[in-house]
């Protein structure tokens, strides 16, 4: 996976999250806001349709905040039905996914990892389920 260059720093504490939003057709946005020595602070720009597919995190917990949107939230066995507002807790090394789907309105999620380093492994769908 690429590594992401934040778009805070110690030099830009302080910007509108409407700065990084991004939505492209084929594929969802995925973009870091800070980063710290313990702490991924990330936005995922989720267009109609789209998913952040199933995956893990091994040594890291993860928190979902849905700013706007709706959608489907998978974290473990779970399916939460998710909306602007909505809270979402993924411990270390449980499969989760996201998905939007509304129709025609965007996804908006925020979410903090920690601690670091935050390594993503890909799940295959079929071992999740089976």
């Known amino acids: ?11 830009k504490k302080h910007f509108s999250l409407r700065e990084a939003e991004e939505f492209r057709e084929r594929f ?5 806001l800070f980063e710290t020595s313990d702490m991924h602070f990330n ?3 989720i267009a ?9 995190h091994p040594l890291c917990d993860e928190i979902l905040y849905f700013v706007e949107g709706v959608g489907q939230c998978v974290v473990g066995k779970e399916s939460y039905a998710v909306k602007s507002g909505d809270l979402v807790l993924v411990p270390k090394d449980v499969p989760h996914s996201i998905r939007n789907t509304h129709t025609s309105q965007n996804m908006v ?14 799940v295959d769908t079929r071992e999740h389920l089976g």
């Open 43 to 45: 936005v995922y720009c």
């Open 109 to 122: 999620c925020i979410l903090a990892q920690s601690p670091l380093p935050c390594e993503h492994v890909p």
């Open 48 to 56: 109609p349709g789209q998913q952040n597919p199933l995956h893990r």
């Open 28 to 32: 969802f946005i995925r973009k870091r």
């Open 1 to 11: 996976m690429k590594t992401m260059i934040p778009i805070g720093s110690e030099h």
